[in-house]
């Protein structure tokens, strides 16, 4: 199983990007797919997560409104659209596979991690 995140970089307050992350290894469909960032001298945190068919999303309180999670099921990619950027939002982001129909909040609930794409977000 791969996870292939991208989509980082540096954006001033008030910005916007858009995180990518794709999956391959995997039967489509079934899982729950999530997103985490770990800022520097903090532990990870949960972001948002989406059931791959998309019905039942979760956000973190510190994103809700701003972020938005979503999948596309032909290209096997999640996204995490980054809107009204804030200082607070610089960190590395993760995402990660859970096989189970749950969204769960937690590290150890996800089986499978990609890489970390890393967000500047400037004052």
């Known amino acids: 199983v791969q996870l292939q995140a991208s989509g980082g970089g540096l954006v001033q307050a008030g910005g916007s990007l858009r995180l990518s992350c794709a999956v391959s290894?995997?039967?489509?469909?079934?899982?729950?797919m999530g997103w985490f960032r770990q800022a520097p001298g903090k532990e990870r945190e949960f972001v948002a997560g989406i059931h791959w068919r998309g019905f039942i999303r979760d956000y973190a309180d510190s994103v809700k409104g701003r972020f938005t999670i979503s999948s596309d099921d032909a290209r096997n990619t999640v996204y995490l659209q980054m809107n009204s950027l804030k200082p607070e939002d610089t960190a590395d982001y993760y995402c990660?596979?859970?096989?189970?129909?749950?969204?769960?909040?937690?590290?150890?609930?996800?089986?499978?991690w990609g890489q970390g794409t890393q967000v500047t977000v400037s004052s």
């Open positions: 990660a596979v859970d096989r189970t129909y749950y969204i769960g909040r937690t590290e150890n609930e996800y089986d499978y």
């Open positions: 290894g995997l039967p489509f469909g079934g899982y729950v």
